[in-house]
């Protein structure tokens, strides 16, 4: 249990995918002007990743390793994750319209985003079992959910503030990016020499 909790917790924080990786920027300052559409785009980016890892796990050990068919990895992966994205969009479309709305482009780049490939890829290149692979997927969404929800916050704070004309929008956006990264940094340890 203790292993799973670790697991946990590291995908997370100390291996977070957007503030240690530097993956899933794109939706990750598209969606953050907003707290109600990153708390939505979290919950939905956890969705995608846990459910096509789920699959992606399954595929990859009853399918492709029985048939020597591992060189098409990537391939099934990607299309997986896009037949999940296709799915959720006309289901976030037909019962949460406004949502759908708010979210916009950035929905279907759930499909693009390199978290949701690079979950399942390193579930495999690890030899998780099933278990671990859910846990590491949920853990892996709890964290950009994490991250994306607390540059929400920020953002929204930040409109309040007086900020200089040059560094509006995107400016402060990266710098505080860069703040949320080092203070996840933290959370690695430090190496002594």
Same mark, same amino acid.
């Given at each position: 249990?203790?292993?799973?909790?670790?697991?946990?917790?590291?995908?997370?924080?100390?291996?977070?995918?957007? &503030?240690?990786?530097?993956?899933? +920027?794109?939706?990750?300052?598209?969606?953050?002007?907003? !707290?109600?559409?990153? $708390? /939505?785009? /979290?919950?939905?980016?956890?969705?995608?990743?846990?459910?096509?890892?789920?699959?992606?796990?399954?595929?990859?050990?009853?399918?492709?390793?029985?048939?020597?068919?591992?060189?098409?990895?990537?391939? $099934?992966?990607?299309?997986?994750?896009?037949?999940?994205?296709?799915?959720?969009?006309?289901?976030?479309?037909?019962?949460?319209?406004?949502?759908?709305?708010?979210?916009?482009?950035?929905?279907? &780049?759930?499909?693009?985003?390199?978290?949701? +490939?690079?979950?399942?890829?390193?579930?495999?290149?690890?030899?998780?079992?099933?278990?671990?692979? !859910?846990?590491?997927?949920?853990?892996? /969404? $709890?964290?950009?959910?994490?991250?994306?929800?607390?540059?929400?916050? +920020?953002?929204?704070? +930040?409109?309040?503030?007086?900020?200089?004309?040059?560094?509006?929008?995107?400016?402060?956006?990266?710098?505080?990016?860069?703040? !949320?990264?080092?203070?996840?940094?933290?959370?690695?340890?430090?190496?002594?020499?």
């Amino acid at each position: 249990m203790t292993d799973y909790f670790l697991l946990f917790m590291s995908a997370v924080v100390v291996n977070n995918f957007v &503030l240690t990786r530097f993956l899933g +920027l794109c939706i990750f300052f598209g969606v953050s002007k907003n !707290l109600n559409a990153s $708390v /939505g785009m /979290g919950m939905a980016v956890t969705a995608v990743i846990t459910v096509s890892s789920m699959f992606a796990w399954a595929v990859y050990n009853f399918i492709l390793v029985p048939l020597h068919l591992m060189f098409l990895t990537t391939i $099934v992966f990607v299309l997986l994750i896009a037949s999940f994205v296709q799915l959720l969009e006309m289901v976030v479309k037909k019962f949460t319209p406004a949502l759908h709305k708010m979210w916009g482009i950035y929905l279907l &780049l759930i499909a693009t985003n390199c978290v949701v +490939l690079g979950v399942p890829l390193i579930n495999v290149e690890s030899n998780f079992s099933f278990v671990k692979s !859910l846990v590491n997927a949920i853990g892996s /969404g $709890v964290g950009f959910a994490l991250a994306i929800i607390l540059m929400a916050s +920020l953002r929204e704070k +930040l409109r309040l503030a007086d900020v200089p004309k040059s560094l509006e929008g995107l400016g402060v956006a990266f710098i505080l990016a860069g703040c !949320l990264a080092l203070s996840f940094f933290g959370f690695s340890g430090m190496i002594k020499l």
